[in-house]
DNA sequence: CCTGGCACTCGACTGTAGCGAGTGCCAGTC
DNA sequence: GACTGGCACTCGCTACAGTCGAGTGCCAGG
């Protein structure tokens, strides 16, 4: 298909302004906000070959151009210029992480962050258990049936839960499994756990076996299988900026996705080292967010990843800004998390 | 003011049509669908005087009845019928908390069991640390100058925080911070503890002052001043049912003030024992708010109150059914925390 | 005090007409 | 061959007039 310089230079006026105005633009607007230097008919009949090949379309005859999610696609990877944070937004960044006190506040602070500079919805999945370390196991008897587990990751996150022992323990017994468990799990990443908490219960004495037992299951099902994620969520209202005309007025399919965990998992969990995804309208899997588009990226201390972040918003989104933004943010919150 | 009884059933029958229809009603589909007896034209001089009185008004010169935000208030202070959960309600609740492993479980799932039963935004405050007491403090020692605190409320509750230590500390020392703040915190409600936090750090051997000072002060900052209250939303994607027809068609100041944990714990944490509140349009303090009605009551183990919950809608509402599922759904959360 | 009847109001809907932004095409120019 | 100016055409938007009907208020009579 020849798509030759000034084809594309039309394109991204086209994407540039549709995304500043929310209205269709038409070729004459378009020579007079930007010097092509050519006249209307010209852009004209580019515009015609653009919305042959798909970059481009016509809400109705006669009106102007939008772009399709192909077009945004081609601005994306080949049109949009990187578009620097301003002084402004850098020191927000920074004052905004100023004294946050835990993870769980990092990762609100973050969010809300996000959600402000992008003026969009943003997304922060908590470090991912999967990808932390066991830093340490505590064990506190509640009474002398049950305990409450809390683990502490290398991530800073910390996850409890309640055990109902099936015999009942002694305070030293306790200090027997606490010394146990973390001398084997301690510094281990998640992941590797499994086969070394099965291989826990023959280790114990036999007096302690049941309870053991218990704890190794309560172990596996939460700190491995289930709700090992945790997600935060902020800037829904933005959803409804741009009065409705995003969205084509319904923001229920988009609300009701944004409620479900598994999904925003699945738009922003999925990362590679280094890699900043753009999935625009289509491209997403999620069927109620086939007309939003999601920029993410990961996460981490250093080079590592340990969670993703992001935001959402309608196809018709800046870009260029909102990818600064999401990377500069995630740096940011790597070097946070480094310092601790 | 003479409403005989007679002009308060042509109210409830308003308020009734209206929250089915959620289209003005008029005399004579008034008469056809409720035994009221009388002929529209009586009706209509009914409707009237409840116009007069502010009960009702009509949104066009020639358009039927529509009940006011002081019409709602009469119909909920007088004139609603208790409505009885149906069995299939029943379960859904039991059915419901079967497995929920932990308090973060807990909360999760009562928030989407109320969004899901009222079908609309359900709130959930998290057991108020203003009304636990301590069950247990453990410190962690993460290295020689940084400690994990983490507090475990009889409520359930877990905090935790780093403490960043002015000067290293040996694990025998975290052993004696431990069991002197267990000694003296322990079993106290953390309303009562900010004086004997104080009287810790003078208690302590010299060595060890300026490891308690610190330990103190993110104790009495974290546990007591700053965001003690945590609070879990669902079913904001229920605002947009009735297609935009309430809130004159802009979700955005409401989604705004959902956002807001503050705003949201006004609505839903001020709550006295064995009160169910029911605040109704314009008797909500935040403006962003006008526009909807939230019912709202506290919940606890037994008679004692440790949070609050309810929901938010429009203020077309089924008043006697949401209440009646708030009720219940708090009075079930009770049951499920004397559990443990 | 209630009722049937009647005139009236006014929003919702329909159909028509004019406007204008924007297009596609074509013949002419560099 | 690429670009341009001109022109006819399309079609959504707005304004306006007309009709319809649900619903009302009022009044006279039971």
Redesign the pocket.
């Known amino acids: 298909m020849g798509l030759?310089d000034?084809k594309l230079d039309v394109l991204r006026a086209i994407v540039e302004d549709y995304v500043a105005t929310q209205?269709?633009?038409?070729?004459?607007?378009?020579v007079e906000r930007h010097q092509?230097?050519?006249?209307?008919?010209?852009?004209?009949?580019?515009?015609?070959v653009l919305?042959e090949e798909g970059y481009i379309r016509?809400?109705?005859?006669?009106?102007?151009?939008v772009p399709t999610d192909r077009g945004y696609r081609l601005f994306v990877d080949r049109l949009s210029r990187v578009k620097p944070l301003t002084p402004a937004e850098r020191r927000a960044i920074e004052r905004f992480m100023i004294g946050a006190v835990d993870l769980d506040d990092v990762v609100h602070r973050t969010v809300r962050l996000l959600a402000q500079l992008t003026r969009q919805v943003a997304v922060v999945q908590y470090p991912s258990l999967a990808r932390s370390s066991v830093r340490h196991l505590e064990l506190v008897p509640i009474s002398t049936t049950r305990l409450m587990l809390v683990m502490i990751a290398d991530t800073g996150r910390v996850e409890q839960r309640l055990v109902e022992l099936p015999t009942p323990i002694t305070a030293d017994d306790v200090t027997d499994l606490r010394r146990l468990v973390n001398e084997r799990l301690g510094g281990r990443r998640l992941a590797d756990t499994p086969p070394l908490v099965q291989a826990l219960v023959d280790e114990v004495t036999p007096g302690l076996c049941p309870a053991m037992t218990t704890l190794a299951t309560v172990l596996l099902e939460t700190l491995v299988e289930r709700h090992e994620e945790r997600i935060a969520l902020a800037g829904t209202a933005n959803l409804t900026r741009g009065g409705l005309l995003d969205f084509q007025g319904s923001l229920r399919p988009i609300l009701e996705a944004l409620e479900e965990e598994v999904i925003l998992l699945k738009l922003i969990g999925e990362v590679e080292p280094n890699t900043l995804q753009v999935r625009i309208g289509d491209e997403n899997e999620i069927d109620n967010l086939r007309a939003t588009s999601v920029v993410s990226t990961g996460y981490g201390p250093g080079t590592t990843i340990v969670g993703g972040l992001g935001v959402l918003g309608p196809t018709r989104m800046d870009y260029p800004g909102t990818i600064a933004t999401v990377r500069a943010v995630a740096r940011y919150v790597g070097d946070v998390l480094a310092q601790n």
């Open positions: 030759d000034r209205e269709p633009v038409g070729s004459k607007a378009l092509l230097g050519v006249s209307p008919a010209t852009v004209r009949n580019d515009m015609a919305e016509q809400p109705h005859t006669s009106a102007g151009r």
